[in-house]
């Protein structure tokens, strides 16, 4: 079993996606012990000196300006917990749980959230040992951060809520008890460190980037299939054009699809059979290429997110200072997820393009809707159907959530994020973008097994192949959401990226 040492400032997106899908184990570092150690120590001095602390020793929110005793102290924190969890819907995946939870446990590893290190270890201890809260999927602002779904994260920690352990659902004592865990009773500060800030938005994200990191190559590869099985012409992707203009996620695409294409006998050069394809063929490295540059973009937006102090107040204990400010403000997630979706969703529309102009017999020279027994047989008809309808989808979900706000907390919180939000729909339309690059599989391998003793590229005929091993041609009509489904689950799992990189090496 992998492990993942944390301490605030090194965490990266592989590690999340390691811990979040691979089952790694999490500790904290000696450097993470010593400075969440110190913060609770200046915290304590806070509270013995009665020193009026926003959060510390005072109520939240609106309530900031009321005074908490010592002796209300835990009963303050546990009113905060209870009282937030308002979460609502279907659960969040285990997946985006186990990310959020390492996200919140390397936040406080930054020393700057006068939380307990009991009370972080008690948050570990249920990552390792696979309890995982149940937090409904909506219900978060986005600032002051994700609080709702994260107080539901914490009801387990107490020994309320629910949690999934070993398979089954329970109530969160249950979990506990049977995973050996000892419950935490919160103290001065601990609730608001654990609830403000954006670990979920920002799980959903790093998830989210690294599945479009696979995407943005697989759709490179498919596009390829495409342009193969449509006696594409490579001078279209020739360096000059890209370095011409300079863009980088383009000459990147451009390269890409003429390693993979190499060797082909099916592709053309300018003037043999046409003087010039279509956009959606000729336009895949502008196309690809920013979309490319978009997931970058969002990318280094979530690598920082993942090393960040987001909640508040914040303890600057060496500078004898306790700052009230707004690091919980999903802002920078919110436009970046945003983008994400807006990104990845052109994949998708210039993917059905193409899957039109290879079952379109006015656009090609292949058998009708690519079955040799047209009328008897609808062919591939309905695929194009069915990613059409999932690229209209994608249209009204790319809308963005982070132009949108509403005032909360008796305005107080009088502008919100939506980070979340657009976080989840980032999601959603990464899984129809799939589904769509799956159907574009499904229909550039058709295509090709029309192009009799054609030699694929050095790329394609990898991948290809590995089509073939799970996928056959299409003869007669066969219930064809079968084959789809395979596809789909081939893309997610990055089969089509692993054949074509065991062939021309890594693609960029």
Known sequence: MGHVLIDGEHLTIMDVVNVARNGYLVDLSEEAIFKIKKSR?????????????????????????????????????????????????????????????????????????GIRLETVNTLLEMLNKRVHPIIPEKGSLGASGDLAPLANMVLVMLGEGEAIYKGERMSGKEAMKKAGIDTV???????????????????????????????????????????????????????????????????????????????????????????????????????????????????????????AATDNPLIFSEDDKVISGGNFHGQP??????????????????????????????????????????????GFMITQYAAASMVSENKILAHPASVDSIPSSANQEDHVSMGTTAAKKARLILDNVEKVLAIEAFAASQAISFREDAVLGKGTAKVYEEIRKNVPPVENDRIMYVDMDRLDAMVKAGAFVKAAEESVGELE
Do not use: W
């Open 41 to 113: 120590e200046y915290v304590d001095n806070l509270v013995e000196k009665e020193v009026v602390v926003y959060g510390i020793t005072t109520g939240f929110g609106k309530f900031s300006d009321t005074y908490i005793s010592k002796e209300d102290t835990k009963a303050l924190q546990r009113n905060l917990i209870v009282s937030h969890a308002c979460s609502m819907g279907n659960p969040l995946s285990e997946e985006t749980v186990r990310g959020v939870m390492i996200l919140r446990a390397n936040a406080l590893a930054k020393g700057n959230s």
């Open 185 to 307: 009773e919160l103290t001065s500060k601990e609730g608001l460190a654990l609830i403000n800030g954006t670990p979920v938005m920002t799980a959903i994200g790093a998830l989210a980037v690294y599945d479009s990191l696979n995407i943005i190559k697989t759709a490179d590869i498919i596009a390829s299939m495409t342009l193969e099985a449509l006696k594409g012409i490579t001078d279209a992707f020739d360096e000059r054009v890209h370095k011409a203009r300079g863009q980088i996620g383009q000459m990147m695409t451009a390269r890409n699809v003429l390693r993979i294409t190499k060797g082909s006998s099916l592709t053309s050069l300018q003037g043999e059979l046409r003087v010039q394809d279509a956009y959606t063929l000729r336009c895949i490295p502008q196309i690809h290429g920013a979309s490319r540059d978009a997931i970058s973009y969002v990318r280094d937006i979530i690598a920082i997110e993942l090393n």
């Open 333 to 378: 997630i919110a436009l970046a997820m945003d983008f994400l979706g807006i990104a990845v969703s052109e994949l998708a529309n210039v993917s059905e393009r193409r899957i039109e102009r290879l079952v379109n017999p006015q656009l090609n020279d292949l058998p009708a809707f690519l079955t040799k027994k047209g009328g008897l047989n609808s």
